[in-house]
C-alpha cells in the first residue's frame, strides 16, 4: 500500500511563487510611488479648491476673480489661509506658491489660465513633464510643459505671475 505525501510538490511550489511573483510585480508602481500619486492628487484637489473659491469670490465681485488666491480664502473663509493656498513640491516636500495669472473674470474662455504649478511635475518612465494647471472655467488638467508655455506665451493677460501666497 501506498503512503499520501503529505505538503506541497515540486510543481504546486514553482506555481505558488509565479503567482506570488506576478502579483508583486502587478502591484510594485502603487508599492514603490504611493507619495507621488498621492501628492498629485493633493495638488490637483488644492488647485480645484482655489479655482472654486476664485469663482465664488468673483459671483460677488462683478464677475472678476481676485488678484491674489490670498484676497478669495479672506474674502470667503474670513480669514486668509495660506497653507491651503500652497502647491506641495512633491521633490522638496515643501510649500510653494502657486503661479497665479490675475485678470480673469467669470465669462473668460475655458482655457484662460488662471492658476499653474509653481514648476513640471517629475517624468515618470521617460514620459513628458507636465504641470498642474488650472482655468478660469474652473477644470484642472495636466499638461504638456511645452504646451503651458505655449499657451501662457500667447494669454496677452498673463505678464507677470503673482505668487498665490505672498498678499
Avoid: C
Wanted: charged share 25%; glycine share 8%.
Amino acid at each position: 500500500m501506498r503512503q499520501e505525501r503529505r505538503g506541497l510538490s515540486w510543481p504546486k511550489i514553482i506555481g505558488l511563487t509565479l503567482l506570488i511573483l506576478i502579483s508583486v510585480y502587478a502591484f510594485l508602481p502603487t508599492i514603490s510611488g504611493p507619495g507621488v500619486s498621492f501628492e498629485l492628487s493633493r495638488n490637483m484637489k488644492s488647485a480645484k479648491d482655489i479655482l472654486t473659491v476664485s469663482r465664488i469670490y468673483a459671483e460677488s465681485h462683478q464677475g472678476k476673480f481676485p488678484e491674489t488666491v490670498i484676497d478669495a480664502s479672506a474674502q470667503i473663509w474670513g480669514h486668509a489661509n495660506p497653507d491651503k493656498s500652497k502647491y506641495y513640491e512633491i521633490r522638496t516636500k515643501r510649500l510653494e506658491n502657486w503661479l497665479y495669472y490675475p485678470g480673469a473674470e467669470l465669462d473668460s474662455p475655458g482655457t484662460r489660465i488662471v492658476l499653474a504649478a509653481p514648476r513640471e511635475l517629475p517624468s515618470q518612465n521617460g514620459s513628458e513633464r507636465r504641470r498642474i494647471v488650472g482655468y478660469a472655467d474652473g477644470h484642472v488638467d495636466l499638461v504638456k510643459e511645452d504646451e503651458f508655455q505655449q499657451a501662457i506665451r500667447a494669454q496677452s493677460a498673463a505678464k507677470v505671475p503673482k505668487d498665490g501666497g505672498d498678499r
